[in-house]
């Protein structure tokens, strides 16, 4: 265990010991959207944090569009409605983390080398690019259930002032904001894993990585 902790990433080929260099990349990932996903699900998850906060979006699709936009003008319900759509959201990535979870264990990393010499959020950067869109389409239903839903009163009556399409734009978009928040958040931790590998605990990461501060 000592020679597998002491290996540099240079000295690797596509196996350390028992693992692979794949797997090492798998690993840094599911820790990443782990932690991530523990931040995002607290209460406030979303709203609380700069960094994931939904913003609602200034209008729809539709004919409603321009009511909604009206409605967005003042503060205190766009203020409403913003906290109303995070609290959603902190439902939602419940949903969602199965979803990441699995898509990480059923990737391939062709060059995972390649991906642990990148930047800081070179992992995150590929899972975002290979998975935002099934994530999306997952979060989509349940954001169009709660548009329609007692919570989003006002909202709902701006919205069936156009037509069902405008419902479906609106949880498009906010769905859309979800998941790069989702992916943010994954990012943010695999840069702190980065920068202090050995702080997981983890061997192989520590070996990968290197030995961080």
Known sequence: MIGLLMLPLAGCATTMGNYSVEEGVRRLLLLSSERAFARL???G????????????????????????SALMRTRALRERVAILLNDVAVDLASSAAPIVTDSIRRMTFADAIGVLRGGPT???????????????????????RALRSDLFEMLSAALSAGSGRDVLALADTVSGQIGNAIFRAIGREEAEIRRDPRATGDPVLTALLGRGP
């Open 45 to 68: 998850g979303f709203y609380d944090d700069q960094l994931t906060r939904i913003t609602p979006p200034d209008g729809a699709g539709d004919r409603g569009s321009a009511i909604l």
């Open 41 to 43: 699900t607290e209460p």
């Open 122 to 144: 070179a992992a995150t950067d590929l899972l975002a690019r290979e998975t935002r869109g099934s994530l999306v389409e997952a979060i989509v239903p349940g954001m169009s």
